[in-house]
C-alpha cells in the first residue's frame, strides 16, 4: 500500500481546532473569573509574584478565548446566536463581563496599568448592554 491510499486514523489537527470552536461554551471566561481573583488574593496577601504569574496566565486565556469566540462568529454563527437564546448556555456570556472586569482589577491592582483597565472597564458596560439584549425575553 502507497501512503498516500490510508485513510487518516485521526482526525487532523485543524479539524479539531474546528470542533473545539464550534462547541466552545460561553462559559469558559468563568476560568479567567476565577484566575483573576486568585491573583488579586495573591498580591494582597504578599504574594507579588504569584499574583504576577497568574495574572500573564490570565491575560494569555482571555487573549485565547476571545480569539476563539471571533472565530466562532466568523465561522459558526448559528451555533453562537443559538447558545445566546439558549436559557442554559446563554447565562454563560456573563462570564464574558465578569472575566473583563477582573481582569482590569487585576490590571490596576497587580501592574497599574490604568489606561487600559479603564479601556476594559468600558468594554465591560458594552457586553453588559449587549448581554442584556440578548438574553432576554
Not at 20 to 39: C, D, E, H, Q, W
Amino acid at each position: 500500500h502507497s501512503k498516500d491510499s490510508r485513510e487518516p486514523v485521526l482526525p487532523s489537527f485543524m479539524d479539531q481546532a474546528r470542533e473545539v470552536t464550534r462547541n466552545l461554551s460561553p462559559s469558559y471566561f468563568g476560568m479567567v473569573k476565577a484566575t483573576g481573583i486568585v491573583s488579586i488574593s495573591a498580591q494582597l496577601l504578599g504574594m507579588p509574584w504569584i499574583a504576577l504569574a497568574l495574572f500573564w496566565l490570565n491575560f494569555l486565556a482571555y487573549v485565547i478565548l476571545w480569539a476563539l469566540n471571533l472565530l466562532r462568529v466568523i465561522l459558526f454563527p448559528r451555533q453562537l446566536f443559538g447558545d445566546m437564546i439558549d436559557h442554559q448556555r446563554g447565562q454563560g456570556f456573563f462570564t464574558f463581563v465578569a472575566g473583563t472586569s477582573i481582569l482590569g482589577s487585576q490590571l490596576v491592582l497587580i501592574t497599574q496599568h490604568y489606561r487600559e483597565a479603564h479601556g476594559l472597564v468600558v468594554q465591560r458596560c458594552r457586553y453588559r448592554f449587549e448581554a442584556a439584549c440578548f438574553t432576554s425575553e
